[in-house]
């Protein structure tokens, strides 16, 4: 089945440590996006990427970092530096970043203790 | 004010009657249009995706654009419990990021 996946589901943090979340994408798709959802708000773009080796911020990249050394794979990692690390957060891809029908993973629940 | 605004609901139907989902935005230039459904602790569903003005129908769902009075509606007829969901809209200009409405919520009652 094609689609995308993120792991873990489900992710539990302490204060200052750095955390990475997976996803994963077997669409042949060239752009990925990182998203994160606060409830009761819309999703917010953290970082997104139009190729392999190639990535820009989105509107709140403040304590996120990203890598996309092969096309299938798209990882974030958040950081100490992120204030406010706990939220739901879901990664996307599309055909290209021209393209604006985006498809969603199911997204990862991260919480700090 | 925010770029795309959307209710946030709750919204509570009795099932088998028509919902009216809607979004208004500030942008002109947005021209591509989406309604994604998001079952609880899921991810986003596209659910219908539309150019410009005009309708769009697929089964028991009807999205309009009204870029004259920048306003997106999403029709669902017929409605039923497994309908209850999160419901956002997006846009964008074209080749650019998608914004979203914060969502509304939706509750089908049997």
């Known amino acids: 089945d094609g689609g995308i996946t993120q792991s873990p589901k489900y992710l539990f943090r302490k204060e200052g440590q750095n955390v990475t979340l997976s996803c994963e994408q077997n669409l042949n798709h060239d752009a990925m996006y990182w998203y994160r959802q606060d409830p009761g708000q819309g999703l917010r773009l953290i970082y997104y990427s139009q190729i392999v080796n190639d990535f820009q911020k989105g509107d709140i990249a403040e304590g996120y970092s990203v890598s996309r050394e092969k096309k299938e794979s798209f990882p974030l990692t958040v950081t100490s530096a992120q204030k406010n690390p706990t939220a739901f957060y879901l990664c996307?891809?599309?055909?290209?970043?021209?393209?604006?029908?985006?498809?969603f993973g199911p997204g990862t629940r991260l919480t700090v203790l | 004010q925010k770029e795309v605004e959307q209710d946030p609901g709750p919204l509570s139907v009795p099932e088998g009657a028509i919902v009216s989902l809607n979004c208004t935005y500030s942008n002109s230039a947005f021209q591509y249009f989406m309604w994604y459904r998001q079952y609880s602790r899921k991810g986003p569903e596209l659910l219908m995706y539309?150019?410009?003005?005009g309708n769009k129908e697929d089964g028991r769902f009807t999205a309009q654009v009204d870029k004259s009075s920048k306003y997106i509606s999403l029709f669902i007829r017929d409605s039923q419990p497994s309908d209850s969901a999160t419901y956002l809209c997006?846009?964008?200009?074209?080749?650019?990021?998608?914004?979203f409405g914060q969502g509304t919520r939706l509750t089908i009652n049997p």
């Open positions: 996307a891809s599309s055909i290209s970043v021209a393209a604006n029908e985006q498809f």
């Open positions: 997006a846009m964008s200009e074209g080749a650019q990021k998608l914004v």
């Open positions: 539309t150019y410009s003005s």
